[in-house]
């Protein structure tokens, strides 16, 4: 069973920055084969990707965080971090991290929706 926990949520202020962490225990599969990814969540809305990253390092985000987050792995320590940087009130969502597997969101590196963590939630107030 793949299990994903995050931490580093909180309440911040605009401008702020904020280091999310996601521990990652990828039994049975080797972690540095697989992409990896922050998604965060709006209340009543879908879930949306924020930053993308492959097996071999290339990253990638969505426009609205580009310059401002930072996405990186340690497949030494089956870690994924999201630096977030001069963070915004519209950053304000639950944030999840996702092992690549499940076809439901494609993205330049891989598909997910199989596995997630259990959330954490990023409020920036202005």
């Known amino acids: 069973q793949v299990l994903l926990a995050e931490s580093g949520g909180g309440v911040v202020q605009t401008g702020d920055s904020l280091r999310l962490s996601c521990v990652v225990s990828p039994t049975g599969r080797t972690l540095s084969h697989y992409g990896m990814a922050w998604f965060r969540q709006y209340p009543g809305k879908e879930r949306e990707i924020v930053a993308v990253i492959s097996d071999d390092g290339r990253t990638d985000y969505r426009d609205s965080v580009k310059g401002r987050f930072a996405i990186t792995r340690d497949n030494a320590n089956n870690m994924l971090y999201l630096q977030m940087n001069n963070l915004k009130p519209e950053d304000s969502a639950d944030y999840y991290c996702?092992?690549?597997?499940?076809?439901?969101?494609?993205?330049?590196?891989?598909?997910?929706?199989?596995?997630w963590g259990q959330g954490t939630q990023v409020t920036v107030s202005s």
């Open positions: 996702a092992l690549e597997g499940g076809d439901k969101y494609c993205s330049s590196y891989g598909c997910y929706g199989d596995f």
